[in-house]
């Protein structure tokens, strides 16, 4: 079943009254048997119900996205009425920036050592790049994979923070995605000697290796030892 329940808890679940109602814990399984230990004596299953196993980690998943929800649906967040302009039915004008000019964005054009371009904003790229940055503060970008959507996620990064960004957060649902997009931004910082300050969070075993020095417990640990070396210096 892919659970580990030696190491995590692992609830048995089953819709009761459109509700997904709690039956117990699991104890043990294998084969065609799951064995559970009921959370009350008078709730318990009956042969043929359809039930769903949950473990401790999605369940807390969901209840950071479900708490993440609710502050989006009671005006909460970051950004105000940002429930609004998901509404067909509110007129809600998009705030605007500054248009950036083909000029900057030609500076993001690569080249390998022999001259040879690898890397260019084509126009519609630029184009889109634009109205994601003029208009805010939502945005769309669609493309089919192999279209450079990477580059293109770490060249708007970049120029977000050069022009004034104070920080930007990075998500996916995949852990992949963050890691190429999170390499190349600072790929591009590298290359133009200029400073990048990244944290990033999730499992280490899922953080990509040229990341692995940023990782939460990779920058504990500098600063722990930056401590130390203050301390006995002192």
């Known amino acids: 079943l892919g659970f580990d329940i030696r190491n995590e808890s692992v609830k048995i679940k089953k819709e009761f009254n459109d509700y997904l109602s709690y039956f117990g814990r699991v104890v043990s399984f294998g084969g065609n048997v799951i064995r559970y230990k009921p959370v009350k004596a008078h709730r318990s299953l009956e042969f043929g119900d359809e039930v769903i196993l949950e473990n401790s980690l999605a369940a807390s998943s969901l ?7 609710e502050e989006i649906i009671n005006n909460r967040c970051v950004i105000p009425n940002l429930v609004d302009y998901f509404d067909p039915n509110l007129d809600c004008q998009p705030s605007e920036s500054n248009m950036p ?33 003029m208009y805010g503060p ?28 104070k920080s930007v957060l990075l998500v996916s649902q995949s852990h992949e995605a963050v890691n190429n997009a999170a390499e190349k931004a600072r790929e591009l910082f590298n290359k133009k000697d200029q400073e990048i300050s990244i944290v990033r969070l999730g499992d280490d075993e899922k953080i990509s290796e040229p990341l692995e020095d940023v990782t939460e417990s990779s920058i504990q640990n500098a600063y722990r030892d930056l401590f130390k070396a203050e301390i006995i210096q002192r």
């Open 63 to 69: 209840s950071k996205r479900r708490e993440a929800l």
């Open 101 to 133: 000019l083909d000029d900057e964005l030609e500076t993001y054009t690569e080249y390998d050592k022999n001259g040879k371009i690898i890397f260019k904003l084509n126009s519609s790229q630029k184009e889109a790049f634009k109205k994601l940055y």
């Open 138 to 165: 939502l945005g769309l970008l669609q493309g089919p994979p192999g279209t450079g959507k990477t580059a293109f996620i770490g060249t708007f990064i970049h120029y977000s923070i050069n022009k004034g960004a």
